[in-house]
């Protein structure tokens, strides 16, 4: 079984979810771009076509004053207003027909500018060679009744007008109801991304949090953890004390410490080998657990030495506790694959967190020297530090 496998899994999502967010941006932002070209062409067709109404309006008011003109330098000022205006709307409409920004302008004018009645390309063509007809007549023959005019004042202008204004009308709801389109189909991309976005922090950015903060506990503990004996280790223990210590100032409470020794434990990994010795120093960490409450706190500080934490105890019940294990490790019988068990006993030294101590590690002295006496007292048995143990 591979031990990396939950973790590979939520990558394998994660990449998968990265992909499917990359696709529904993507998606969103062709999307925008579409509409805003959209946009874009339909104000630049609608721009057109009502440039085209402007220069009908303007092609016969230039017209009519064309024709009224009283003097010669007026009617070259309006014969070059007029064929200007003439052929700018020639242009837009040839550009209108055969290069529309927009493929819907074309759809939906298509029918007005060729089919009846409307016929709209016949008649602007209609409308712009009758203004080109008068301004090829002779300009002394003018008058309010030539026939040029009258065609673009009684039957063109008005149906062009009218024409302009039907194709503008129904491209803008065509275009409206197109771009309208677009717009939902980008509010549902951007409602799907929200949801995949959604779904991964609930899927796998969650999970993966919570996986990241167990394997961070995990290693935490395995920090303060002794691999051997499954108890806490000299930085775990120290930390503990630390703490303990921190709430003795605090609230002014008790708190012993005991510090144990294996007695002539280099006896036993000489003799039987270091596999029985690590096996007599874990079924000693088991059976002073088995007696301990949950908040003590048991710690392997050297090669065979531990030391005990005992919160909301004073030195005279943690010397009756250390007796007990002192007593249960005399008892022990340990099979370590020799031909008898082996057994052991301990030398402890008993001490207490103080307030005055600048730290934890002071108090550990203080049982330390308790314990060499206890050892020079001649082994397993439990001596409480004195005045005279302070290190200081």
């Known amino acids: 079984m591979d031990p990396l496998g939950p973790e590979k899994r939520l990558a394998n999502r994660y990449i998968a979810g990265l992909f499917l ?156 109801d197109a771009m309208r389109y677009m717009r939902w189909m980008l509010w549902t991309l951007f409602g799907l991304l929200l949801l995949t976005v959604l779904l991964l922090g609930a899927v796998i950015f969650r999970p993966a949090f919570v996986r990241l903060m167990e394997r961070a506990r995990e290693l935490h503990r395995e920090a303060g953890t002794d691999v051997l004996t499954g108890g806490r280790n000299r930085r775990g223990f120290l930390h503990w004390a630390d703490i303990l210590h921190t709430q003795v100032k605090r609230q002014a409470g008790s708190c012993t410490l005991l510090a144990l020794d294996i007695d002539h434990f280099k006896v036993i990994n000489d003799t039987y080998g270091h596999q029985a010795g690590d096996q007599v120093l874990t079924r000693v ?5 088995r007696h301990l409450r949950q908040s003590d706190v048991l710690g392997r500080v050297g090669g065979e030495e531990f030391a005990v934490l005992l919160p909301g105890i004073a030195p005279k019940t943690g010397m009756a506790v250390a007796e007990k294990l002192r007593r249960l490790v005399e008892n022990l019988e340990v099979e370590a694959g020799t031909e008898t068990p082996l057994s052991c006993t301990v030398s402890i030294g008993v001490s207490e967190l103080l307030v005055q101590d600048e730290n934890p590690a002071m108090a550990l002295a203080r049982a330390d020297a308790a314990l060499y006496r206890a050892k020079a007292e001649g082994r397993n048995r439990v001596v409480l530090a004195a005045s005279d143990d302070d290190p200081n």
């Open 21 to 176: 967010i990359l696709l529904l941006a993507a998606g969103s932002n062709l999307v925008m771009d579409r509409l805003l070209l959209a946009e874009e062409k339909s104000a630049e067709v609608i721009e057109l076509a009502g440039r085209q109404q402007m220069l009908s309006q303007r092609i016969i008011q230039l017209a009519y004053r064309y024709v009224l003109a009283e003097t010669p330098h007026e009617r070259n000022y309006l014969h070059s207003g007029l064929d200007l205006a003439v052929r700018e709307m020639r242009q837009s409409h040839e550009e209108l027909l055969k290069h529309a920004p927009s493929q819907i302008y074309t759809d939906v004018a298509d029918p007005i500018y060729f089919d009846p009645p409307y016929r709209l390309d016949m008649r602007v063509r209609g409308f712009l060679g009758a203004a080109e007809g008068l301004l090829a007549h002779d300009p002394g023959a003018l008058d309010i009744n030539n026939p040029y005019l009258q065609h673009l004042r009684e039957h063109e202008g008005s149906l062009v007008l009218q024409g302009l204004g039907l194709a503008v009308e129904r491209y803008v709801e065509q275009a409206g």
């Open 285 to 289: 960490v088991e059976a002073c657990t």
